[in-house]
């Protein structure tokens, strides 16, 4: 699944820089997560960088956007250019 943050988001500009993908970005009140960016770091790190460093625990896995590991390795292929 992608990510996806909540109406939680206090603004506190932790999650954006931390996106290996650059999936976030500022909305009109929050930040935001591109689903068709979201690999959930697979393919970078070992778990989601983003929710590591929110403080306030506003991103939790988008019930609109399920996807299994696989794809979410196929979409980080995808981004990068590799292959396998």
């Known amino acids: 699944m992608a990510l996806i943050i909540t109406d939680e988001c206090i603004n506190c500009d ?3 820089p931390e996106c290996p993908n650059g999936a976030i970005t500022q909305g009109d009140e929050i ?3 591109d689903p068709d960016l979201c690999t959930e ?5 070992e778990t989601s ?3 590591e460093v929110c403080p306030v625990d506003c ?6 956007h399920e996807e299994t590991q ?3 390795h ?7 250019g590799e292959s396998d």
């Open 14 to 16: 932790v999650c954006e």
């Open 59 to 64: 991103i939790p896995k988008d019930p609109e």
């Open 41 to 45: 770091c697979v393919g970078h790190y």
């Open 70 to 72: 696989e794809d979410l």
């Open 31 to 33: 930040y935001e997560i």
């Open 49 to 51: 960088q983003c929710v």
């Open 74 to 80: 196929a979409k980080y292929l995808r981004i990068t």
